[in-house]
């Protein structure tokens, strides 16, 4: 599935995003990243930084779940796909990691890369939205920064 410009336009507002994956044993880990950006038409990368848990679990299941929102509108996406762990043997590495350097202004080393081929996206809204459809985005993003004391 190729990546929407809607998609990759959240991606570029997001802060940060939230990487599950599960172990071979079924036990699910959410870890949340950073550095992550799209790639190509179809594909997310995300700089690996502390992550041994995610890294291992990618390794024995390729299956996974990324979430990022904008958390002042409230809305976001929640991709599904498959990844793999690129180290600085594989070709892609370079690539990948002058657009991750590029966001972690060297204040964050990574020795790998997550590649996500996305099978899936579907967008994630605030209930607010659902159970009072007039909510605007304005009136969001107003009620967020209130809450959040922005």
């Known amino acids: 599935m190729n990546l929407t410009k809607e998609i990759k336009a959240a991606i570029d507002k997001s802060v940060l995003c939230w990487l599950a994956t599960v172990s071979k044993d079924n036990i699910p880990n959410v870890s949340p990243k950073e550095i992550f950006n799209h790639y190509g038409k179809d594909k997310i990368i995300v700089a690996n930084i502390a992550s041994p848990q995610t890294v291992k679990n990618i390794k024995q299941n ?6 990022f929102i904008d958390i002042l509108l409230q809305k976001g996406f929640q991709i599904k796909g498959e990844a793999e762990i690129i180290d600085k043997t594989h070709l892609e590495f370079l690539e990948m990691e002058k657009v991750l350097a590029k966001m972690a202004k060297g204040k964050f080393p ?8 996305v099978l899936q996206a579907k967008k994630i809204i605030a209930p607010k939205y659902i159970l009072y459809p007039e909510t605007t985005e304005e009136e969001q993003i107003k009620s967020a920064k209130k809450l959040y004391g922005i």
């Open 110 to 117: 990574f020795a790998t890369i997550t590649k996500i081929k």
């Open 62 to 67: 390729a299956n996974v779940c990324i979430s």
